[in-house]
Structures are given as structure tokens and as C-alpha cells.
């Protein structure tokens, strides 16, 4: 995309708080004329305070609130519950009923019981609906977290993904169905439209972007998708909730001033499938905490 | 005033105190714990009355006071500090936020066996110095640090 | 009813490292709610970590630690294999205490 369209629309978004619309490179953020004196003056370059930024959180990291979650979901997962009083230790998130360790970052996956590709928390609400008899219409009046409320879904992906904890992503691109998932989130990323001509793209397809104090990873690359992946489901300082990829996907619909996805549709199921491939090979660190 | 100097003596007696029914094998109830809670030092509105309500009008800067704090913090909401005292006699460490609408946010009393040396997470309502004080043999030591406090972007 | 608490107690060099993490809202009565109402303080005051009957940390909290406070102390004397119990009280008189063993 070029700089001079994505400097229009920072300039024409005015006073729009709006996080999309502060995206900027580090070069047009400041005018040039002001640049050259303005150099010896800057108190911290940008990559002093992502140091201290990262030094910090992963001092939080080690005792990170996400283990209050965690172990939520662990007992979720035990307990019968539901219209079919049952747990979900039965649950198949693709390594065979019950089988927990590395389901996460084998997921995306293919299931052929539901014959859809299906990501950690859509799979979650899937058991949850054929073993436990929730409505899945139920789960979706308020899946995000919000105040002292946490959905249960949210606390058994956090779960789930704490059993994948130190191995390496190894979203599956064997079926058919899957490499079509894989293509179609590729189309969704890079898909621009809305009243501000956005994509994830816009945000997310370059390097050296930045809103504010944060960098944004380049999610088209190895080195950048795992930043994607890495960290959710993630304890978010701004308000102490635990958010999952599903809710962090969603705001970005909503950002762009898309329309928002349905919970666990397949549109996220295709955009994760794209995120998780990309970040492939490489370690996942466990649910984490992000800003 | 009376009120003051008695919650003043609760907060400064209850380490030694602790350690005495302890020994006798006669912990107080938590309810009792809880009373025993600072409400004019914990009230108070700036640094200086709630330092006064603390007893700690007079203070002795300190480089035996460590202070493990962020310079920029990426988040307000969450601010890991951590105090580590090296003067002999620890008796209890206090974190106070100068900016903040209420400065006193935390005090440790430190009975002997336990290292003095404390880490929690702080809110920070803006950009703020943080300051460590350490009550030991009877007397206040001090220092402190500026913390930064930035705006973040979309919350990835 | 609260959630139980995270604690990881870990002998280290004849010391205890403790690691603690509590669900609480950690409310400060700042805030508003979104129609407009003060929503009321409801923090923790206090913490006390106990090993063999004996209080190895005390502490008063006010409304500024953040929202599921977290706390790290270590103590000398205990070895693996005791147990250490923590027990935080908040401002409304709710309560909590959980268990942990030193490994």
C-alpha cells in the first residue's frame, strides 16, 4: 500500500480516536522539515522503550494473571455441566477425545465430524454444544470478556492453549479443506474495504508500523505471524481481562469499520488458519499478557 | 487528632505486635488484621499527609533502598515494582505514588526471617514518581523514581 | 465466591521464594460506570502469609494495586514439603485463604 494513501487517510481521519487511524510510519509521523533538529532532542529512541517494554512484561509473564484463567478453565473442563450434565474431557480438539497436550498449536485443524475447519475456541463451543447440550446461540449473547465477567469459553481456551505451553505451532496444512482455509484467510488479510479502505494489511503488512509506543508485526511474514499467535489467549492489562485470538480478531473487524464477524464463524477460523501457518515452526510461549 | 495518633501507633506497633502473639501462639482474627488497616494514611489525598499519617514526616534518603521499576511503563493499569531494603532492621516497606489520587498503595510489614524485599503491581493514574519507604530500628528511609506512563495503541 | 489463588512457594538456597496471585476487581471507587454512577470501592487490605503458625508476611493494601494483585515475598526457615497458607481479607469483609506446599 503506498505511504501517500495511508497519509491521506491519517490526515483526513482528524480527530477520529480511532487506533486504525493513528497507524504511521515512523518517518511521516513527523513532519520533514522538523525532523533533522528534532533528532538530538528525542528523549528515547523507539527501540529503548520496546526493550523496556519487553524486560517488563516478561518479568509479568513469570506470574502472569493468565494462570488465574487457566486454572478456571481446568476445572470447567472436569466439571459436568450443561443440559447433558456432562464434561468435556471427551472433548476431540484433534489429537482424539481428551488428548490435551500440543492440541493447541496443532489448531486450525480439519474436523470431519463437523466437516469444518475449526480453531481452538470454535471447537471449544462446538463440544460444548454437541457434549454438554449448551446453545451455541447462548454462548454468542456475550462471548468477550467484560468487567467481572469472563465467559467460560474464554477461561478453557486459555486452559487448553496452557497444555501447548514451550511447543512449536504446527498448524496442519494436509486436508484440502485446510489449504482452502489457509487461502481464503490469506484473501480476508489483505481484503480492503469500509469507509476508511482498510485491510489487515493496512496495518499488518509492512514493516516498521507503529501505533504510538507499539510496534505492529507484519503478520505476512514468519518472524511477524508469530507475534499473531504469540501471547493470546492473553491477560490484557487495559481493563485486567482475558481476551482470546477470537476477541482480538474481531476488534480488528471492528476497527477497520468492517462489519463484525458472528462468534466462532468461519471467516476467523480462515484468518487464524492463515496466522497459525504463517507462524509455523516456531515455540509457543503459553497465554500471555498483553498491553 | 486522636483518632489519628492512634491509627498512627496501630500501623507502627503492629509488625512487633504480629511477632509477639505469634510467638504466644495467639494470632489475632482477620477481622482484627483488617482494623488494624491505615484509613488516614490510606485516605490521604497527597505524599505529605499520607507520609505524616505514616509517622514519616522525617525522612532519611537512602541509596541502601533498591527500587525495581520500570522508567516508561507500558501500561498504567499494571506496574510491576518490587523494593529490596538493605538497611539492618527492617521493620516494614511502603509504596507511595506521588500522582495518585490516593499516594499510599501498599505497606509490608517485615517480621524477622523474611528477606526485606517485597514485588507486587501498581495502577498508576498518570506519570508519576514512586517512592519506597522503609521504617527500621524506629526510623523512615527513603528514596524514589519517576515512572512514565504511556497511551497504547489498538491493545494486541 | 472468590476464585482460588495461584501460589508458587519454591525452596531456593535455604529461602522461600513466594509467588502469589489473587482474583480480585481491585475496584477504586474512581471510577463511574457507563451510566454514570460511582461504582463502589472494593479492594483487598489485607494479606497474610502464614508458615507453621507463624506470620512470615503482613501487608495493607489500598485501592492502587492492580487488578489481581500479585505479590512476591521470601522467608527463611521452612524446607520442602511444609505448608504455607495465604489468606487475603478485602473491604466489604469477604475473605479467602488457600494452601500451598513448598517444592
Known amino acids: 500500500m503506498s505511504s501517500i494513501k495511508l497519509r491521506a487517510v491519517v490526515a483526513l481521519s482528524g480527530l477520529a480516536l480511532v487506533c486504525a487511524a493513528q497507524v504511521a510510519r515512523s518517518e511521516a509521523a513527523v513532519p520533514k522539515k522538523a525532523a533533522a533538529p528534532a533528532k538530538k532532542a528525542a528523549p528515547e529512541s523507539k527501540s529503548a522503550i520496546a526493550a523496556e517494554f519487553e524486560k517488563f512484561r516478561d518479568i509479568m509473564e513469570d506470574a502472569s494473571p493468565a494462570e488465574l484463567f487457566e486454572a478456571k478453565g481446568a476445572e470447567l473442563w472436569k466439571q459436568k455441566r450443561g443440559p447433558k450434565n456432562a464434561s468435556l474431557e471427551k472433548c476431540d480438539l484433534g489429537l482424539g477425545p481428551g488428548v490435551l497436550k500440543g492440541a493447541y498449536v496443532r489448531l486450525p485443524r480439519y474436523f470431519a465430524d463437523a466437516d469444518q475447519v475449526m480453531d481452538a475456541e470454535r471447537r471449544i463451543v462446538y463440544c460444548m454444544v454437541t457434549l454438554q447440550g449448551f446453545k451455541e446461540s447462548d454462548l454468542a449473547k456475550q462471548p468477550f470478556s467484560k468487567g467481572s465477567h469472563v465467559p467460560d469459553p474464554v477461561s478453557l481456551v486459555t486452559f487448553v492453549a496452557g497444555q501447548s505451553r514451550g511447543m512449536k505451532i504446527a498448524a496442519p496444512q494436509k486436508h484440502p479443506r485446510e489449504r482452502e482455509a489457509y487461502k481464503v484467510g490469506e484473501e480476508i488479510f489483505d481484503y480492503r474495504a469500509g469507509p476508511w479502505d482498510f485491510s489487515c494489511a493496512t496495518c499488518h503488512g509492512d514493516e516498521g508500523l507503529r501505533i504510538r509506543t507499539q510496534d505492529l508485526p507484519d503478520l505476512s511474514t514468519k518472524k511477524g505471524a508469530i507475534a499473531a499467535f504469540q501471547g493470546w489467549p492473553g491477560y490484557r492489562m487495559t481493563g485486567g481481562l482475558m481476551h482470546t485470538l477470537q476477541w482480538r480478531l474481531n476488534d480488528c473487524f471492528r476497527q477497520q469499520r468492517f462489519p463484525e464477524p458472528a462468534y466462532v464463524s468461519q471467516t476467523l477460523s480462515d484468518l487464524m488458519t492463515y496466522l497459525a501457518v504463517n507462524a509455523n515452526g516456531q515455540v509457543y510461549k503459553g497465554p500471555g499478557i498483553k498491553r | 487528632m486522636d483518632q489519628t495518633r492512634r491509627n498512627v501507633l496501630k500501623a507502627g506497633g503492629s509488625a512487633g505486635l504480629l511477632a509477639l502473639l505469634a510467638t504466644a501462639g495467639m494470632l489475632r482474627s482477620e477481622a482484627a488484621l483488617a482494623a488494624d488497616w491505615n484509613q488516614n494514611a490510606f485516605g490521604a489525598k497527597n505524599l505529605k499527609d499520607a507520609f505524616d499519617a505514616l509517622g514519616a514526616a522525617n525522612r532519611t534518603q537512602s541509596a541502601d533502598i533498591a527500587m525495581v521499576a520500570p522508567e516508561i511503563a507500558e501500561n498504567g493499569a499494571v506496574v510491576p515494582i518490587g523494593a529490596v531494603s538493605k538497611i539492618p532492621g527492617t521493620e516494614s516497606i511502603a509504596i507511595l505514588i506521588a500522582k495518585n489520587p490516593t499516594a499510599l498503595a501498599a505497606s509490608f510489614d517485615i517480621p524477622a526471617g523474611t528477606d526485606p524485599s517485597v514485588s507486587t503491581r501498581v495502577k498508576l493514574a498518570q506519570t508519576s514518581d514512586v517512592h519506597i519507604l522503609v521504617k527500621a530500628n524506629g526510623k523512615f528511609y527513603e528514596t524514589k523514581k519517576e515512572v512514565k506512563v504511556t497511551i497504547g495503541g489498538c491493545g494486541g | ?103
Do not use: C, Y
Open chain 3, 1 to 103: 465466591m472468590a476464585d482460588p489463588m495461584r501460589i508458587r512457594a519454591m525452596a531456593k538456597d535455604g529461602e522461600v521464594v513466594v509467588k502469589v496471585l489473587m482474583a480480585h476487581e481491585m475496584e477504586t471507587g474512581q471510577r463511574k460506570d457507563s451510566a454514570g454512577k460511582p461504582i463502589p470501592a472494593h479492594f483487598i487490605q489485607h494479606v497474610s502469609a502464614t508458615w507453621q503458625g507463624k506470620v512470615v508476611l503482613s501487608a495493607n493494601w489500598g485501592t492502587a494495586i492492580a487488578k489481581n494483585p500479585f505479590l512476591e515475598f521470601s522467608f527463611k526457615g521452612a524446607k520442602k514439603g511444609d505448608k504455607i497458607q495465604i489468606t487475603w481479607t478485602d473491604n466489604k469483609g469477604d475473605k479467602r485463604t488457600d494452601e500451598a506446599t513448598i517444592n
